[in-house]
Nanobody, 118 residues
Framework: QVQLVESGGGLVQAGDSLRLSCAAS????????MGWFRQAPGKERELIAA????????SYADSVKGRFTISRDNAKNTVYLQMNSLKPEDTAVYYC???????????WGQGTQVTVSS
């Protein structure tokens, strides 16, 4: 059974940085692409960053491009989201997720709250 556990969220001020981590277990982590999503109050969950199984290819939503960096350490079964220059509009619950097939995320973590004050 796949388990994903996020950590690293918190309350920060605008302009600060945070690094989220997502530890995976349950199947061979290195075989699967991973993504970070977020959901703000009253809004739909959105995919903000994704990384291929090898880590060689990443993609970002326009809203975070240039500020956030997704990375992975397959030896540690962990995916990261480095968030710099945080803005109040980045306030949301952040989730990591694991793909089963291309474009389909079937496994989710419980989420971690990120709150950015102005």
């Amino acid at each position: 059974q796949v388990q994903l556990v996020e950590s690293g969220g918190g309350l920060v001020q605008a302009g600060d940085s945070l690094r989220l981590s997502c530890a995976a277990s349950g199947r061979t982590f290195s075989r699967y692409a991973m993504g970070w999503f977020r959901q703000a109050p009253g809004k739909e969950r959105e995919l903000i960053a994704a990384i291929r199984w090898s880590g060689g290819s990443t993609s970002y939503a326009d809203s975070v491009k240039g500020r956030f960096t997704i990375s992975r350490d397959n030896a540690k079964n962990t995916v990261y989201l480095q968030m710099n220059s945080l803005k109040p509009e980045d306030t949301a619950v952040y989730y990591c997720a694991q793909q089963t097939v291309v474009g389909k995320y079937d496994y989710w973590g419980q989420g971690t709250q990120v709150t950015v004050s102005s």
